[in-house]
């Protein structure tokens, strides 16, 4: 039996898992009722950390012991399998109330996990037994957490303090902590982790050999009781790197014997070994490239290792020329992921599947979703999103990301005419997957708070319940986080509720006017610095000039990328008539003079949003402190922390970039407000 | 009897101390009359090191294996000490031939070992005896390196390699090379040396404690066998940091004698130290403005520490807002170091000296004088250059600085009237200051040729002979160098010498036009970025708009820096119609449009010579390889490569700044080169 230990106790530790006492007396009665004793068929990992978290969550909620045991009780909560049920997918489950049982039946015991987790999230938030009841599978079979860690203890683009799973350059000693982030992780869904940076430095190529492979084990070992499947990013050139071979050619007859090899060893190590997670030829990490392969023939030869064990390969589609001239103004890193990829479809393995960034950039406050998604019928696809905030305010910010999950799930591909949304091939209904579903870079780190920015945790959790159920709408998901996170106080939830939606237009505002991006800081990416990417080798230019801005990505004049996408959407963004303003400079160069659908000219929209937008980010602080006794004082002096710093932040972002497009351009603010 | 070893013995490393076989029989059979005995009458240090270094060339450049004995020869050289020759300064020397000996005489042993090695320049230069003859007085007393190198083997703004006097955060063992360093270094006048970085860290601190003393003394046993004095950078705060007090307020009095026991310390183990080198309030190193105190009260207290062993205190007049914001318009970093010490002066004890960067800004390729020199009669000043190459190419781009440092040491400041010139100031004669000179920032590391480019170690070689000379000219420096660092061959050192005089017109046409400065990428300050430094907190702004380009320092309209000048330089920089071209936008704000004494436009300016100061980069190749077979294959092809990346680097600066000014100003060039 599974004994929870949860390393902190404090509320901003805690996230959405308080389970505070049950104020409602109804409530309380009615869910008293059922908690008395905790019923599990099985004994499993999973199903003996469904009854612990619940055991544990009666007890502070309600007061009640319960009892745990085998045998079918009068009264309590029923966690029982029905392989057969048709009903449900291997982690789907049913909440059924029986008298006074509550029946949790899932096809396997991740369901069971599942279904306790959905109960006290419904108990959390109040609801009664009636409307908790029901059938849940979730959308998409892969949702995935992606860590950048380093075995150093940092983490790439990591902004909630170091690593939880390393420090100085050996796994970290107190696994209590990792057992909590797989709770949280379980909690909204999640079924598998890669736990080290897709770029694999020197140490962590080892953790694909009998030198680390106990260590990542004993990780291995905690996922599991929680549903979780452990995958490790792998440097596509081991072989070399661990001495064995002078080559790592996947065509080459002994580097597939090596791979194979190695996933015999690690499966010895992890029976339920989800994989490996590739970046390659991307960055300058090495891959098939170098060998005058393609990425079919570096995937396959993985897929082809792993397969036997039912492992997978993520194999990142973030590939793009990053030693470019910037006087180059043919090439466009944004055609990059869909020129390398879209001709190769058909060539992969059933087991591996393309991770694809939402964007063809690369997670820009605004950027038009990628032309890769439905363009590829007979490959396996994944998106990848961002939940740590790396060019969106580094959890220093303010900026609930669901909206923008929503946006790009809900985007229309046309891929099989209307209606072919990118939800649609994700979770592999589009085109029938074997798999796919969605990844993205965690957000966490071992700050007390895991995520920094206190307000953070929204994005983390709401990632996983989108992954869950992507139809789920931002705003159900902001309530549902918002009252298990600080309670049941409405007004106060709708405080905080709109603080978060406000979030990405505020700082959409004042960093990334019309969807140009990449006005920050090289390197490090936060703070302003317009020309911070234009004379660069990353591709990344807005071609500001005194007459204009914007990258023409037209058919006609410019790099043509628009012609990437399904007809319809290839006209839309095409044709300056028709492309939305906020993406209006992602597209097209045009004149500062030129005039928005919204009535603006472009420079008068940049100066007007840069002033309403270092304004409203004032204005975060004040609705803020409007909630002072009503947050507990360790969470509301850091939010309040956080927010005064974007609030100054915001200042120095609005005056730095209107004063570089005033200085450009020459023309004055209409409304005459102070331009350096 | 010093024995020395160098520790490698390549071209590369040797300098311009090769001591290659005489080819001339003429000369050869003269010199050799007198290098068959080598007379000393004392056993000193220096002494001893100048009979070696005699002996050692006389028998590389002549074969001859040279007797040293104390009695007087018939033939041969004699070093003698003339302790009443008032003709001689403390480090003077007369050279003297006398039937076929040569005498050597100096008023110390020091002036023994400056007469040995002007003996030796003269021999490798191929000068008859007659004219090595003479007498000789260095100009300034002090002549100073400072080495900013850090414990861990790191150097701050070094460019050619590691440390050669640490690593892994101890003391080198490789004690030859610290001789060879201090060989070099006395071979030019070089007289004292500071050997740790001036930002003083954790580690550092403890150089004057037992923990680091006895390594400091074995380092300071070498250079004082070269008639070096050493000297420490120390931590203002090192009271607090070595863990004896609560405060480093230097009007406290547990404070004033905890310094003279650690000055006091200091001497029992080098009982000659120099003194201490402090940047205190500058850059975030800790100073007496914590305490409300101000420089003189900060340095003062280390002075008083220091009389008693005639110790010196030199403090870095370095101190400015680095906490600026970019919105303040009135602030002037360049007004900085004068606003804080000029109403200072009277109050300083007379063993310190103020040590001023030879401008008001920070060692850029072009800047105005600052206006401190002279205008402090009653305080010590020491000019500070810098022979590593921070803003000018960073030794991978030519840029021989000799003429740079000529210009300001000529630069008149009208301080007593016409011709009050920087180096009256800096030579103690224009106010008989008890101590002054010259210092600079070194540009050696453990490269095998000490300078990471070849030709840069004329920078090296040429600062030690202005600092002996302000008087020679760059072009006799230059010759003096190539002479003994490549040879004989006339026209070979023709073509060196005018790589040279032209390399840092070319490095200025194609980086800063017209005075503008700090258009370098951030941090490293390699490579161009016109707003790098734009809207940072360092005070470094050119106000680049659509319109002009320049930074208003006037008295009328702008920061009034021009008034912190004598009345004939203020007058003429704070004119628009008598500031000199190339220093234009350093101190005013005009339109790119603004017709300059050459009758260029600013803008075309601009164009043009970044255009053909690419071309000119282009043309050092060509030339360098004009001498591919009179120059050692090493050292031919090592600079070459160097000045191969200078060609293709130069092109990266033309584009980028041509692009930056046209894309802002919208003005064409007018011969239509290409622009992107």
Redesign the interface.
Known sequence: MNTIQTVQTSKSYKCWLQYDAVVNQQRKEEYSVIAKVISKQLDSPAADAAAAELKMAFESMLGIHAEVKHEKPEAGVLLSIAESADYLTDEGFEIKKEGSRLLITGKTDKGLLYGAFHLLRGMQTGEPLAKIEGIQNPANPLRMINQWDNIDGSIERGYAGASIFYENNEFTKDLGRIQDYARLLASVGINGVSINNVNVHKIETDMITSVLLPDVAKIADIFRQYGIRLFLSVNFASPIELGDLKTADPLEESVRQWWKNKAEEVYTYIPDFGGFVVKADSEHRPGPFTYGRNHADGSNMLAEALAPFGGLVIWRCFVYNCMQD??D?KTDRARAAYDHFEPLDGQFLDNVILQIKNGPMDFQVREPVTPLFGAMPKTNQVIEFQVTQEYTGQQRHLCYLVPQWKEVLNFDTYAKGKGSAVKQVVDGSMYEYKHSGIAAVSNIGNDENWTGHTLAQANFYGYGRLTWNPELSSEDIAKEWISQTFGPDESMQQVISHMLHDSWPIYESYTAPLGVGWMVNPEHHYG????GYE?SVWGTYHF????GIGVDRTIESGTGYTSQYFKENERYYNSIDTCPDNLLLFFHHVPYTHVLKSGETVIQHIYNTHFEGADEAANLVETWCSLKDRIDPQRFDAVLKRLEEQAEHSKQWR??IN??F?????IEDKQKRTI?
């Open positions: 910037w006087r103004r302003p610095n317009v020309d004379y500001a000039d005194c007459n005056d730095r004063t570089y005033y200085r450009k351009s020459g350096y």
